[in-house]
């Protein structure tokens, strides 16, 4: 499984990103992985570290991934606000909770 790197040059370039508005409606886990589908990775890295959920870096290790994803500091556009990590976030903790994907029905997608 591959989990998405970061370069030292790459978070220089990070300084002074532009950020989109909040969007009105909240984007679903599939919108976030139709633009980022590294994302993909990190969900089944959630759900596969389910069994290690006492070990407290297990958590640490997809959190740091997300933020280089989703957030502030994301390297595409559209991802770069509070919300989308926050719907990122939430999902991610439900897949490493429960060790499984949530069930989104084919037309919430």
Known sequence: MNIPMITSSELAATEGLEHPPEPK?????????????????????????????????????????????????????????????DVAYDYLLFCFDTGKRYPFQQDEA
């Open 25 to 85: 409606t909240p984007p679903l886990w599939p919108d976030l992985v139709a633009v980022e589908p590294c994302l993909n990775n990190l969900e089944c890295l959630a759900i596969g570290l389910h069994r290690k959920r006492e070990d407290i870096y297990a958590w640490g290790v997809i959190k740091l991934a997300l933020s280089l994803l989703v957030g502030w500091e994301a390297r595409k556009y559209q991802l770069r606000t509070a919300t989308a990590y």
